[in-house]
C-alpha cells in the first residue's frame, strides 16, 4: 500500500497545540510517557501470549531500549512489546479514544497552568513527544504479523501524519523524535540516564542503554558495545517496604495516577493465607475532573503473579472508594481471568473485602494524626473526597460504623461552613439529658444556619449538624443512629425537647388549653394545604413554620426530588 496522509481528529490538534505550550516547562516527561506506553505494550503481549504463546517468536526477553544519535539529533525509544498494525497505528495515534475527552476539553480555561495541571490528570501520552520534536517517526510490527506487514508512521505534529507498509522483521516499536532545534541536551547519556531513573525507575522491565565508558586518551566518554540496564527493573509493589524510599513511592504513584501532585496517604503490604496478594494503594490530594461521570476509569490495576491483566478493575473496590489508585497483585486468580469471572470469583470478593479494610484503616490513620501537618492532610481528604466516602453509609453496611467515625460535619457550635467536628466530638458535647443527634438539612449552609427550625436548639445550647451536601439526605435515609443514639431531624414531627425541663412543659401544656380554640379554628381554614396544625413553643423568632411527619419526606428531600423532575 502506498503512502497515505491522514488528518488528525480535531481533539488531537487542540491537545498538540495547548501541550506543547503549557508543558514545555516540564518537558521531560516526554520520556516517562513514551517508556510508559513501550511497558503497556510488553503487559500487552505477555497477557496475550497466555493463550498464544507463539506471539513471543524468537525473542521472549522483553525489554525496552533507549538511544540517541548526536549527528542525526534524535533519540529513540524501542520496544519488542505488543506491536501496532496499520489500522491500529491510524487509529491510536491519530485519535483520542478514551472516555471523558469531551468533558475533558469542555474543562480547559485557557489559563496555561491549569491547563497543564489538567492535561496531567489526563494523561499526556504519545503526543508529548512533540514537545521536544519537530517530527516523530514511528516503525511497528504488531505481534503474530508477517514482517511485510510493518507500518510506518510519520508526523510533524501539526495537522496531519502520514502512514506506510513497510517491511520490518523485528515485533514492536520504534519510536524516533527529530529533536526541535534547542533541544540538544537530551543528547547526552548522562542526561537521558537521569530522567529515566526519575521517572521510570519502577518499569517492571529493563531499560537499556548503551554503556558508556571514560576513554582517557579522546578525553571522553565512549559508547561500548554492551548494554546497561539503567532502572531497577522490578515492579515496585513486589519490592520490599524498606528497600522502596518515599520519593519512589510518589513517582510510582504519578506514574500510575497521571498527576502531578503527591498522594496525601498511601498503604503497601502482602496479605498471606486464605487469598495470597500485594496491595499497594493511595490517596490523592485532589478529586480528578471527572469523579462525577458514572463511565470514568477506575483506579485499581489488576495484575497476577506480576502479569498486568486489567486496569480499572471495578471488582476490586466498591463505588465509594472510587477515588482510590494503586495496585493489586493476586497470587491466587488464574492467568486468563475476565471481567465476568472477576464479578463470580470468591477470591476477588476476599480482595475486594481486604482493600475496603484496608482503604478504611488508612483514612482512620489520616484522620487521627495529632500533627498540623496530619490534620490538614485529613481536612483535604474530606473536602476532596468526603462526598464519595458519605455514599459509603448506604453501600457497606457492614463497614457502616468505621466510615461513621470518618465523617465531618459542619455545627452550629463552630459556626463556619467547613466540615470539621466528627460525631464523637458531637457526641463528647451532648447535653446530659440530651439522646439524639440533632441535624438540619438544606441547600445551602447559610439557609441550613438560618432555618426556624434552630431557634429553640439555640435557646437550650444544643449542637445541630448542619447538612448540605447532595449526598446527605440519602446518606441519612440509611444511617440511623451512632454510638447507640438515633439521628433526627429538627424539622420533623414532635421534638421531645420538654425533657429538659418540667416546669417549662407545665407553663406549655397549660398555654395549650388556653389557644386550642384557636389552633382548631386554623386547622379548620388550612384543612386544604396542611395536615395538621399545632402549637408549638420550638420558635422564639419566627411566628411559625412548616414541618414534615415522622415518616414523611423532608422538605429538602421533597425540593430535590422536584429539581430532578419527579
Ligand atoms: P495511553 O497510553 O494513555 O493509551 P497514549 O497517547 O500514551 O495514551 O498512547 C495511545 C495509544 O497508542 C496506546 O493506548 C497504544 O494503543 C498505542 N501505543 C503507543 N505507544 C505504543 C507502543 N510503544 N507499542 C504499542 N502501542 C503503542
Ligand atoms: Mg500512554
Same mark, same amino acid.
Given at each position: 500500500m502506498a503512502q497515505q496522509t491522514m488528518s488528525f481528529q480535531a481533539e488531537v490538534k487542540q491537545l498538540l497545540q495547548l501541550m506543547i505550550h503549557s508543558l514545555y516547562s516540564n518537558k521531560e516527561i516526554f520520556l516517562r510517557e513514551l517508556i510508559s506506553n513501550a511497558s503497556d505494550a510488553a503487559d500487552k503481549l505477555r497477557f496475550e501470549a497466555i493463550e498464544k504463546s507463539e506471539l513471543f517468536e524468537s525473542d521472549p526477553d522483553l525489554r525496552i531500549r533507549v538511544s540517541f544519535d548526536k549527528d542525526a539529533r534524535t533519540?529513540?525509544? =524501542?520496544?519488542?512489546? $505488543?506491536?501496532? +498494525?496499520?489500522?491500529?497505528? $491510524?487509529?491510536?495515534?491519530?485519535?483520542?479514544?478514551?472516555?471523558?475527552?469531551?468533558?475533558f476539553f469542555g474543562k480547559l480555561s485557557g489559563d496555561q497552568q491549569k491547563d497543564a495541571a489538567l492535561i496531567g490528570q489526563f494523561g499526556v501520552g504519545f503526543y508529548s513527544g512533540f514537545i521536544v520534536a519537530d517530527r516523530i517517526t514511528v516503525e511497528s510490527r504488531r505481534a503474530g504479523l508477517p514482517a511485510a506487514e510493518g507500518v510506518r508512521w510519520v508526523s510533524a505534529g501539526e495537522g496531519d501524519f502520514s502512514v506506510e507498509q513497510i517491511e520490518r522483521a523485528q515485533r514492536g516499536t520504534t519510536i524516533t523524535l527529530h529533536l526541535r532545534e534547542g533541544e540538544d541536551e537530551l543528547l547526552s547519556a548522562y542526561r537521558i540516564k537521569s530522567i529515566i531513573r526519575k521517572y521510570s525507575d519502577h518499569v517492571a522491565l529493563p531499560i537499556l542503554m548503551k554503556h558508556e565508558e571514560w576513554d582517557?586518551?579522546?578525553?571522553?566518554?565512549?559508547?561500548?558495545?554492551?548494554?546497561?540496564?539503567?532502572?531497577?527493573?522490578?515492579?515496585?509493589?513486589?519490592? +520490599?517496604?524498606?528497600?522502596?524510599? =518515599?520519593?519512589?513511592?510518589?513517582?510510582?504513584?504519578?506514574?500510575?495516577?497521571?498527576?502531578?501532585?503527591?498522594?496525601?496517604?498511601?498503604?503497601?503490604?502482602?496479605?498471606?493465607?486464605? +487469598?495470597?496478594?500485594?496491595? &499497594?494503594?493511595?490517596?490523592?490530594?485532589?478529586?480528578?475532573?471527572?469523579?462525577?461521570?458514572?463511565?470514568?476509569?477506575?483506579?485499581?490495576? &489488576?495484575?497476577?503473579?506480576?502479569?498486568?491483566?486489567?486496569?480499572?478493575?471495578?471488582?476490586?473496590?466498591?463505588?465509594?472508594?472510587?477515588?482510590?489508585?494503586?495496585?493489586?497483585?493476586?497470587?491466587?486468580?488464574?492467568?486468563?481471568?475476565?471481567?465476568?469471572? &472477576?464479578?463470580? +470469583?470468591?477470591?476477588?470478593?476476599?480482595?475486594?473485602?481486604?482493600?475496603?479494610?484496608?482503604?478504611?484503616?488508612? &483514612?482512620?490513620?489520616?484522620?487521627?494524626?495529632?500533627?498540623?501537618?496530619?490534620?490538614?492532610?485529613?481536612?483535604?481528604?474530606?473536602?476532596?473526597?468526603?462526598?464519595?466516602?458519605?455514599?459509603?453509609?448506604?453501600?457497606?453496611?457492614?463497614?457502616?460504623?468505621?466510615?461513621?467515625?470518618?465523617?465531618?460535619?459542619?455545627?452550629?457550635?463552630?459556626?463556619?461552613?467547613?466540615?470539621?467536628?466528627?460525631?464523637? =466530638?458531637?457526641?463528647?458535647?451532648?447535653?446530659?439529658?440530651?439522646?439524639?443527634?440533632?441535624?438540619?438539612?438544606?441547600?445551602?449552609?447559610?439557609?441550613?444556619k438560618n432555618s426556624p427550625h434552630l431557634e429553640v436548639f439555640r435557646k437550650k445550647g444544643i449542637e445541630v449538624l448542619l447538612l448540605t451536601d447532595r449526598v446527605d439526605e440519602w446518606a441519612l435515609s440509611y444511617f440511623t443512629e451512632f454510638d447507640g443514639k438515633p439521628l433526627a431531624s429538627v424539622a420533623r414531627g414532635d421534638l421531645d425537647l420538654n425533657a429538659f425541663n418540667d416546669e417549662e412543659k407545665k407553663a406549655h401544656e397549660e398555654i395549650g388549653e388556653t389557644l386550642k380554640p384557636l389552633v382548631e379554628k386554623m386547622k379548620e381554614a388550612l384543612k386544604d394545604k396542611a395536615k395538621d396544625v399545632r402549637l408549638t413553643f420550638r420558635l422564639t423568632d419566627s411566628p411559625s413554620c412548616l414541618v414534615s411527619d415522622e415518616g414523611d419526606m423532608s422538605g429538602n428531600l421533597q425540593r430535590m426530588l422536584k429539581a430532578a423532575g419527579q
Open positions: 533519540v529513540t525509544i =524501542d520496544d519488542n512489546g $505488543i506491536g501496532m +498494525s496499520r489500522d491500529e497505528a $491510524i487509529s491510536h495515534l491519530g485519535t483520542i479514544a478514551r472516555s471523558g475527552t469531551k468533558e582517557a586518551e579522546k578525553g571522553e566518554m565512549v559508547e561500548k558495545d554492551e548494554d546497561e540496564t539503567v532502572n531497577q527493573a522490578s515492579a515496585l509493589w513486589t519490592r +520490599s517496604k524498606s528497600e522502596i524510599d =518515599d520519593e519512589q513511592y510518589k513517582q510510582f504513584y504519578q506514574h500510575l495516577a497521571h498527576d502531578h501532585q503527591d498522594p496525601l496517604a498511601w498503604t503497601h503490604n502482602r496479605v498471606e493465607g486464605r +487469598s495470597e496478594y500485594t496491595q &499497594l494503594l493511595y490517596v490523592p490530594s485532589h478529586a480528578p475532573f471527572d469523579m462525577w461521570n458514572r463511565d470514568r476509569q477506575g483506579g485499581l490495576k &489488576l495484575y497476577v503473579k506480576r502479569v498486568f491483566i486489567m486496569d480499572d478493575a471495578e471488582q476490586l473496590l466498591p463505588q465509594y472508594l472510587r477515588f482510590i489508585k494503586g495496585v493489586v497483585d493476586s497470587s491466587d486468580l488464574p492467568l486468563n481471568v475476565s471481567r465476568e469471572i &472477576l464479578q463470580e +470469583s470468591r477470591d476477588v470478593k476476599a480482595i475486594r473485602e481486604g482493600v475496603t479494610k484496608r482503604v478504611l484503616s488508612m &483514612l482512620e490513620d489520616l484522620a487521627n494524626a495529632e500533627t498540623d501537618e496530619g490534620k490538614a492532610k485529613y481536612a483535604t481528604f474530606w473536602n476532596e473526597f468526603g462526598q464519595v466516602l458519605k455514599e459509603g453509609l448506604g453501600e457497606d453496611f457492614g463497614n457502616r460504623e468505621r466510615i461513621a467515625k470518618l465523617l465531618r460535619f459542619a455545627t452550629t457550635h463552630t459556626d463556619s461552613p467547613e466540615q470539621n467536628v466528627s460525631l464523637a =466530638d458531637y457526641v463528647a458535647r451532648m447535653k446530659p439529658e440530651q439522646t439524639k443527634i440533632y441535624y438540619v438539612s438544606a441547600d445551602t449552609w447559610q439557609a441550613a
